[in-house]
């Protein structure tokens, strides 16, 4: 896109309040967990999708005011699809005068050879694509990994788990790789996936569809993304309130033993305790006469006396 289109979008108020609201929940992502700091190289994973070039132009277009300096290289990773387009991403960040890689992995011969025809892909795909991509990092001396997923993705993700794997865990928008050598950022974490589908239209990126995965039609995520889709119909709202909980977890109230020791909880019952609400009760009947009734009625007398 040239510098001249970029102005003639700005003028439009739809795109402007579009650009801003991205903007701002790429910001806030970034400030509320840290992601990017003074001196970081992050690579940004540049699929050749619309959430991975959004995520590009929006982290370039925050870089230039943001307080701290960093820098950004793009990184795609060729997976020897056939008919993959190779000249696509070269000749767009070429144009953009953006710093890049493009690594071959034959990952598509891979997955092909593995995965029975007509079985879900992508958890293969997944693997392989991550392996190399952390690999090449710790290379180019990267110190975070950029890769765009959106809320919407986080959600289904978390869905998807819980369903089918019986597990309650989504996509963090911050990650320490399992070894500790690298960290994992989704600047997108905040962003609807609508919103990114509209500024991909605006901005007019060169798209390039999967062909690996993208025409499986009945993946379990699709389902999935429908039932939320539903739900954010009838319900408007409820996609943010999802995202909201995955923000304020308390382990006292799930049942994950390894996360809250349940087994030790214990009484105490020393000092004076807090007034509860509407604590007062008095027994009107009773087969246990070892029960000392005026103690039920002195809470409600105790009250009555702060009343």
Not at 100 to 125: N, Q, W
Request: net charge neutral; aromatic share 8%; with cysteine.
């Amino acid at each position: 896109m040239t510098s001249k289109t970029q102005t003639s979008l700005e003028s439009q108020p739809a795109f402007h309040k579009l650009h801003k609201r991205l903007r701002r929940n790429v910001g806030n992502a970034i400030v509320d967990y840290k992601m990017i700091e003074e001196g970081d190289t992050v690579m940004v994973c540049l699929s050749g999708g619309k959430d991975s070039f959004a995520m590009l132009d929006l982290l370039l277009t925050l870089k230039k005011a943001a307080p701290i300096n960093f820098s950004i290289v793009a990184v795609n990773m060729d997976q020897k699809q056939p008919g993959f387009p190779e000249e696509i991403l070269p000749n767009y960040l070429e144009a953009q005068d953006i710093p890049y890689y493009i690594i071959d992995k034959d990952t598509y011969s891979i997955v092909k050879a593995k995965v029975p025809e007509g079985k879900t892909t992508c958890a293969l795909c997944s693997r392989l694509r991550r392996g190399t991509l952390y690999a090449f990092a710790e290379e180019i001396g990267a110190t975070k990994i950029a890769l765009g997923h959106h809320k919407d993705d986080i959600i289904e993700t978390m869905f998807l788990n819980m369903f089918y794997g019986s597990n309650l865990k989504a996509m963090p928008p911050k990650l320490l790789s399992d070894d500790k050598r690298n960290i994992v950022i989704r600047p997108l974490a905040y962003c609807r996936e609508s919103d990114l589908i509209t500024f991909a239209d605006y901005k007019q990126f060169p798209i390039i569809p999967c062909n690996l995965c993208g025409s499986q039609e009945n993946l379990q995520r699709q389902n999935i993304k429908k039932m939320v889709q539903e739900w954010e119909t009838t319900f408007p709202g409820r996609t943010d309130n999802i995202f909201n909980s995955l923000q304020k977890v308390s382990p006292s109230q799930l049942a994950d033993r390894n996360l809250f020791d349940f087994e030790n909880l214990s009484l105490e019952r020393t000092g004076e305790r807090k007034e509860y609400n509407h604590d007062e009760a008095i027994v009107s009947s009773t087969n246990t006469p070892s029960l000392d009734t005026s103690t039920v009625r002195f809470v409600d007398a105790t009250r009555q006396k702060y009343l």
